[in-house]
């Protein structure tokens, strides 16, 4: 697609998430890092994102200033963009007192138009920074102060501002506004929607497969039910494998296979469950967990196919990559996801991995299965992670632990179900807390353990809140729970955010 919005990714948690909110107002963006700056081509306009590092640290992510310059479109940079532009322009960047975190009031100045055009005088903003702007170059404008009086949006000239704050997050009361402000500056805004997006991913799928043989794993999940969806459409030779690890929720095995019946889908099941509750047999760090389940489904897809395999399929999302930051990201590493493990980047370097999804995020690849015809039992499914109930299970996985796990999470989910709440959460779940308390069950001590119900709402899993469940709701899952599953006499409700929690517990 000629001319998209280029955002230079710095390495932030949230970079991905300005990707998403300008394909949100319509437009089409995409992601670069830095020094790719010139193989943006003819882009309609340039965000340099935020990032963990410092600008005042030897080797910190720079940029080609001169060609950013002579590019001659609309510059915005957010965060370590902004420092970054401020000491490009000739100003300086200094330590700040403490690292701001968390909401803030933004101050708009009264002759700041552009950005903020149309906008309040003051709203809520999201920091995530430790230096600050300490002297600002000749003719820099500044158009928005914080409550103490601290620079946190400046324009250096017509074309280039910047943001302390992140406009991309949903904190930020007005982020939607000041991207489609500053987007208003550009011109040959490329348009962008799904269902048009799909006919370059078959065209994509195509010239990447290039008639070799694919073998995807499918799980029943929205990802990997798309991702074998598209290469259907796509007409792809593909061997859909569908792996039980053991690791699934009550009942899945049979219902992935009814549902890829149903569309019409191929599938061949591997009983995997003893090779991996083998494998994970001692193992607490969940990183170990999660490279070791990793590991399985590539080996396990090996023994099934042999050693001819040309190509694995994976249904990767944009957030499992910026999450895994893999190696040659500027981000920090949050947890390493199962499609990002040593075999599955060596695949990577032979060419032997597709990931036709990998730039789109969870509602996108709803609405893309959407066009692609599959029923919405299966687009409107809660995400299940791809270790499945390995990440449920803090510490050692065991059968006991997980029949428990698979029993709470059953009657919860079922009653989410029947109280009409499961398609107004994102993602709900029960997960084994590995602490063992004392309770009373029919008049005797009980030493069992806790058990925690998590419910949050998301846009694209990037952050999350959680959901306020009626109390009265929660009652009733806690009692069938204590009442209807041996091994529990403690049910917790989960009220963390993502930040600083994540959505898994693991």
């Known amino acids: 697609m000629e001319h998209p ?3 230079i990714d710095f390495g932030s948690q949230y970079t991905q998430l300005i990707v998403r909110r300008i394909r949100e107002l319509g437009y089409f963006s995409k992601l670069y890092q830095p020094e790719e700056l010139r193989e943006t081509g003819s882009p309609a306009a340039v965000i340099l994102s935020g990032g963990p590092r410092s600008t005042l640290e030897p080797g910190a992510p720079d940029i080609d200033f001169d060609h950013l310059v002579a590019m001659g479109v609309p510059v915005l940079g957010v965060c370590y963009g902004m420092q970054l532009l401020n000491r490009k322009f000739g100003g300086e960047v200094a ?28 709203s809520q903003i999201w920091m995530s920074h430790s230096d600050t702007v300490s002297v600002l170059p000749p003719g820099c404008e500044v158009v928005g102060r914080n409550l103490d009086g601290i620079p946190v949006a400046l324009r250096w000239n017509e074309r280039f501002h910047g943001i302390q704050f992140h406009p991309e997050v949903s904190h930020t009361h007005e982020g939607t506004a000041i991207l489609r402000n500053f987007l208003s500056l550009a011109s040959n805004l490329p348009k962008f929607r799904i269902s048009s997006f799909k006919d370059e991913l078959v065209e994509r799928v195509r010239s990447e497969v290039a008639g070799r043989k694919v073998v995807c794993g499918v799980s029943g999940g929205v990802d990997s039910s798309v991702l074998a969806a598209l290469l259907h459409e796509a007409q792809i030779d593909t061997r859909n494998i569908f792996v039980d690890t053991g690791l699934l929720r009550a009942d899945e095995a049979a219902e992935v296979e009814s549902l890829f019946a149903e569309v019409g889908i191929e599938i061949e099941t591997i009983d995997a469950s003893q090779r991996f509750l083998s494998a994970l047999a001692g193992v607490s760090d969940p990183e170990e967990k999660r490279r070791i389940i990793g590991r399985l ?6 023994d099934a196919v042999g050693e001819d395999v040309e190509l694995l399929a994976q249904g990767t999302l944009y957030p499992d990559v910026i999450e895994s930051a893999t190696s040659g990201s500027i981000a920090s590493t ?13 695949l990577k370097a032979e060419g032997r991995v ?39 299970c803090p510490g050692e996985v065991t059968e006991e632990k997980l029949a428990i796990i698979r029993q709470a ?5 079922g ?19 590995p602490v063992k308390t004392v309770g009373v069950k029919g008049d005797e001590r009980s030493y069992e353990y806790a058990l925690s119900l998590r419910a949050v709402t998301s846009e694209d899993a990037m952050t999350a809140a959680w959901v306020h469940l009626p109390y009265e709701l929660l009652a009733e899952v806690s009692n069938r729970i204590l009442n209807e599953v041996p091994g529990i006499n403690r049910v917790l409700y989960d009220i963390s955010t993502k930040p600083p929690a994540s959505i898994e517990w693991e």
Do not use: C
């Open 415 to 433: 009653l989410l179900r029947e109280r009409h709440w499961y398609d107004s959460v994102w993602q709900a779940y029960a997960a084994l807390i």
């Open 95 to 122: 330590p700040g007192n403490t690292r701001e975190y968390g909401p803030a009031t933004l101050m708009v100045e009264p002759v700041a138009g552009g950005l903020f055009e149309g906008l309040e005088g003051h």
């Open 5 to 7: 919005i280029a955002v």
């Open 354 to 392: 597709v990931e036709p999804l990998d730039e789109l995020f969870k509602d996108e690849v709803r609405e893309l299965g959407r066009v692609l015809g599959l029923p919405e039992r299966v687009v409107g499914r809660h995400p299940f992670p791809g270790p499945g109930l390995a990440v449920r």
């Open 297 to 302: 489904f590539v080996e396990v897809f090996f």
């Open 409 to 413: 999470d059953k009657i919860y989910i």
């Open 334 to 346: 949050i947890k390493t996801h199962h499609n990002r493990v040593d075999r599955i980047m060596q």
